[in-house]
């Protein structure tokens, strides 16, 4: 645009510098010489008017030589300062502020129609700029606009990915969370099973403990029903031999009837031993024995009485006859029978005390035993609040437990163990 400036104010000028002649064909040239249009006119117009004004320096009279070659100089002077504004137009595209104010100052002085058509030139080439620079402000809105849908975009992209961010945070505290609880139910279940298992050990413990306890337990049956049938059949050949042995007039006065009943009782609880306890079978094997110790005391005088008593005393165990030869037979009726078993054999033993059944202690069951204080004894009891129980006795002193109307007890070989007093199922 200055560029186009300059050219409109070079052609001004050159207008200016042809009308100037026209008006005043006497006088010498203007100081503002003819600019061609193009740069190149304008480069030759200093060449074309030297061989003119050389042409009209030889037809003056020598008288005006001097005035006229002064002028030529100013002229040149001016023609030179003319092509350099020219020059620096074309090279920077605007003229030095020197030669901008002098122009304008020419201009205004010379004419105003000039002025004008420069003040429009410059108007023009203003607007322009104001229309070049407000293209280029709605394009920088333009863009701004852009960029700003670009960064809500980017904004509203940025929230979704950390709203996602924040659910996959949330998820995975979720995880943990979740995964901390199974392995704590994990540790849980395992310490479960682990005691599960070791109940289960000890529970095959037992049922092997039990297992062994059955078979002791039915062996030691097996060995009890033999040991029954032994005296079943001891029991058989005493009441035979009584039976033979017994005179007439005495057959009647025995109480066969009651005897029958009980030797019948127990023939059917060594025939059924699952349908009788073994107290049942201890109250009716001394029943029968001592049935049969009245008999033989009702039959003294008879001929057969020492051999019937050497039989039974035979058929007896040894500590049994040595008890009841030390108790006479006359004795009974003021004293207490004492049935004991002991850990040596399984079959019982009866002796008889020379007191009353609520006069017997300790010392006198350890003094008929012969057993001394490394043996414990336990009696059996009838309990109020658990029936038939088996209390043991410490000091020799105490009373001993009866049990209808006899003394049972079990003697033991004390092994150390810690005593509970009280009774014991």
């Not at 105003?112 to 203003?126: D, F, K, N, P």
Request: net charge negative; charged share 30%; aromatic share 4%.
């Amino acid at each position: 645009m200055l560029v186009e400036d300059g050219g409109v104010c070079v052609r001004a000028l050159v207008q200016q510098y042809e009308r100037e002649p026209a008006d005043d064909p006497d006088t010498t040239p203007s100081s503002s010489p003819r600019a061609p249009p193009t740069s190149q006119s304008d480069n030759r117009e200093p060449e074309e008017s030297q061989p003119e004004r050389s042409s009209k320096r030889e037809m003056v009279e020598p008288g005006w030589e001097s005035p006229l070659t002064g002028s030529l100089e100013r002229e040149m002077q001016e023609t030179r300062r003319m092509v350099s504004a020219l020059q620096a137009l074309l090279l920077h595209g605007s003229l030095p502020e020197d030669e901008q104010e002098k122009l304008s100052l020419t201009l205004g002085e010379d004419n105003a129609e000039q002025q004008l058509v420069v003040t429009r030139s410059r108007l023009e080439q203003s607007m322009e700029e104001a229309q070049e620079l407000k293209r280029e402000l709605l394009r920088c809105k333009q863009e701004v606009r852009n960029l700003e849908g670009v960064k809500e975009a980017q904004q509203q992209r940025l929230s979704v990915q950390e709203e996602c961010v924040l659910q996959l945070k949330q998820e995975q505290l979720r995880s943990s969370m979740t995964q901390d609880q199974l392995t704590s139910l994990n540790a849980e279940l395992q310490r479960k099973l682990d005691e599960r298992s070791r109940m289960l050990s000890e529970c095959k413990k037992e049922l092997g403990q039990k297992d062994r306890l059955l078979k002791e337990n039915q062996l030691q049956k097996a060995g009890l029903q033999r040991e029954l049938e032994c005296k079943d059949n001891m029991l058989q050949e005493m009441m035979s031999r009584h039976g033979d042995q017994a005179p007439p007039h005495l057959t009647g006065h025995t109480p066969l009837p009651s005897g029958a009943e009980e030797l019948q009782l127990v023939r059917s609880a060594l025939r059924y031993p699952q349908h009788h306890t073994l107290d049942t079978l201890e109250q009716g094997i001394t029943s029968l024995t001592d049935r049969l110790v009245h008999t033989h005391q009702g039959r003294g005088k008879s001929s057969g009485h020492n051999s019937v008593t050497h039989n039974q005393h035979a058929s007896w165990p040894p500590n049994k006859m040595a008890h009841s030869y030390s108790s006479p037979v006359l004795s009974l009726c003021g004293s207490t029978k004492v049935l004991y078993f002991t850990d040596r054999s399984h079959t019982p033993c009866m002796i008889h005390i020379n007191k009353r059944l609520e006069k017997v202690t300790l010392r006198d069951v350890k003094t008929a035993v012969d057993r001394d204080d490394n043996y414990r004894f336990h009696f059996k009891a009838l309990d109020p609040e658990f029936g038939t129980v088996k209390e043991e006795v410490f000091e020799d002193e105490a009373l001993v437990p009866g049990w209808e109307g006899k003394i049972v007890a079990w003697v033991e070989e004390d092994n150390g163990e810690e005593r509970t007093k009280g009774p014991s199922c």
